[in-house]
């Protein structure tokens, strides 16, 4: 070894990596295209072009993009705009989306010109393309915010903490065809405490970037790479606002880390109440025997503590005072909310439930969130059997069953919402529709193979002479008959006492106050046979 030849080599505990890094002499100024896209990225190229490695070109992705696991664009939730940068510096700036002519490969020619040694991407959405990839002498290289092979792939410091780490890191390596699966150059770990949100773990994974670029990039041509080993690699998917909906059944610790991973300034773990979906920024784990002021994340109690449920009684999800304090239920703790925003403004926890007159409702909500779907289930699935949209009770029952369970003949059905009263028959195979009334407390008969539409009425008693007197006289009761095959169409009214022949057609908006001969056509108030049916 000689004595300006310094080999320094580390051990990485978690992927039991030997990392080496050689460092013979200071490298001539290194060329390189910078990709990047999100405040980390920005930090980063402010790191770098003050530590005089300014990038021959920068791209960078829009604010609002489109990528292949989504139909529509999604937005950067922290995204950071490095054109005032390239302005400010000279430096050329394109970018790139999954769109014609903005893809990475339109940019090759471009790319190619400049003559690159490296380019290094950071804070990036898109897979950089092998062709992209080869354009510069030592390929791409980028930094993944996690420890490899653990957690490839999307929002890796989010997954760390939902899945309470106590350490993560970052990586260092050269990017190929698979998702973070390259050659690695070198790590750094850090602690990831008990009271850190995604904010701090960000700042960190920051920090542990900047002391890698600068020991790696100043000496890149004395850069040894260690593979990884494919089998170890844990791939985890990219999360989006959609999935920070907060499952109150876990334990308290569980949300508490899944609060804060996405907390200010990722979207906020969320929960509904009473149809409003309200974002929750901190909270922290309650002792029901020793309850705790209101604190947020950046400020917490020093020493956590754990303690069992105080009651059995208090389902998860419900919102309750214990000691003066508001909570919410867990599965085996109580959490107190701290800030939520209503997607407008910030409020305390506390004031908000008091003001809104919430105890008892987070469950609730989620509750009906399942009704729904179940409602919504049943609706389409109903829609797509009938062809037709079915009021909302409608899609709970089923027809044949409601008629099989009154008596009525084999294959007749029955709307949920039809009334039926009293003495009612029918025979086979006749449809009644929705909203109809059948009185059968004097008796009445439909046969088979009949169609009742929607809103008829058919009556066997009424109550004219009784309201008349004063309630002196009786109600009037007579049998009503409605022979087979007869079609009613919709909102007939039939008296009482009448009876309807077989094979007999009465037409919409009718009133039936007397027999009618079978095979008759009839319609009209008070109702007239207008010829007769020619089958």
Request: with cysteine.
């Amino acid at each position: 070894m000689t004595p300006n030849t310094i080999t320094n080599t580390t051990t990485n505990p978690h992927s039991h990596l030997t990392l080496h890094t050689k460092f013979t002499h200071s490298t001539p100024t290194l060329t390189y295209a910078f990709f990047g896209a999100t405040n980390y990225s920005k930090e980063l190229l402010l790191f770098l072009i003050e530590k005089d490695l300014t990038p021959k070109a920068i791209f960078s992705i829009p604010e609002e993009f489109n990528i292949s696991y989504s139909e529509k664009k999604v937005k950067n939730s922290n995204y950071a705009n490095l054109k005032t940068i390239a302005d400010k510096h000279n430096i050329p700036y394109y970018e790139i989306d999954s769109c014609e002519d903005k893809k990475t490969k339109d940019y090759e020619p471009i790319i190619k010109e400049l003559n690159l040694d490296l380019i290094l991407v950071l804070g990036w959405y898109y897979m950089v393309p092998k062709s992209t990839r080869e354009l510069a002498k030592y390929g791409a290289w980028g930094i993944h915010a996690s420890l490899l092979p653990k957690y490839a792939g999307g929002a890796p410091l989010n997954w760390a903490i939902i899945n309470g780490e106590k350490e993560t890191g970052v990586t260092l390596f050269r990017m190929e065809d698979g998702v973070d699966d390259g050659d690695i150059i070198a790590q750094k770990a850090f602690n990831i405490e008990y009271t850190d949100t995604i904010k701090e773990v960000y700042t960190k994974a920051t920090i542990a970037s900047k002391e890698i670029l600068s020991n790696v990039l100043n000496n890149i041509e004395d850069v040894y790479f260690t593979p990884q080993d494919k089998n170890k690699i844990e791939i985890y998917p990219q999360r989006g606002p959609k999935d920070g909906m907060i499952d109150w059944s876990k334990s308290a610790k569980s949300i508490y880390d899944f609060i804060r991973a996405q907390t200010l300034p990722y979207p906020c773990a969320y929960s509904k109440i009473n149809g409003n979906t309200i974002k929750i920024i901190n909270a922290t784990i309650t002792p029901h025997s020793h309850p705790t002021p209101h604190t947020n994340f950046s400020h917490p109690h020093p020493t956590p503590t754990l303690p069992t449920k105080a009651s059995s009684n208090i389902e998860y999800g419900k919102i309750t005072t214990i000691n003066n304090q508001t909570v919410v239920a867990t599965k085996d703790n109580f959490i107190q909310i701290g800030l939520i925003s209503d997607g407008e403004k910030q409020y305390r926890f506390e004031d908000y439930a008091r003001a809104k007159n919430l105890w008892g409702g987070i469950r609730e909500q989620k509750v009906l969130d399942w009704l729904l779907k179940i409602y919504q289930r049943l609706f389409y699935g109903k829609k797509e059997k009938f062809n037709r949209g079915l009021p909302f009770a409608e899609c709970f029952v089923d027809r044949w069953e409601r008629a099989k369970s009154l008596g009525f003949g084999k294959g007749s059905s029955i709307y949920d919402s039809a009334v039926v009263l009293g003495d009612v028959k029918v025979g086979e195979n006749t449809w009644i529709g929705p909203n109809v009334v059948l009185d059968g407390s004097g008796g009445l008969q439909i046969g088979s193979n009949c169609s009742i539409s929607t809103g008829v009425q058919i009556y066997s008693h009424d109550s004219i002479r009784w309201a008349l007197s004063g309630g002196k006289e009786k109600y009037e009761y007579a049998k009503t008959i409605i022979e087979d095959n007869c079609y009613i169409a919709p909102n007939v009214i039939v008296q009482k006492g009448v009876t309807i022949g077989k094979g007999s057609v009465i037409g919409a908006n009718s009133f039936v106050n007397k027999n009618i001969p079978k095979g008759s056509k009839a319609f009209g108030t008070p109702v007239k046979i207008q010829g007769r049916i020619d089958l």
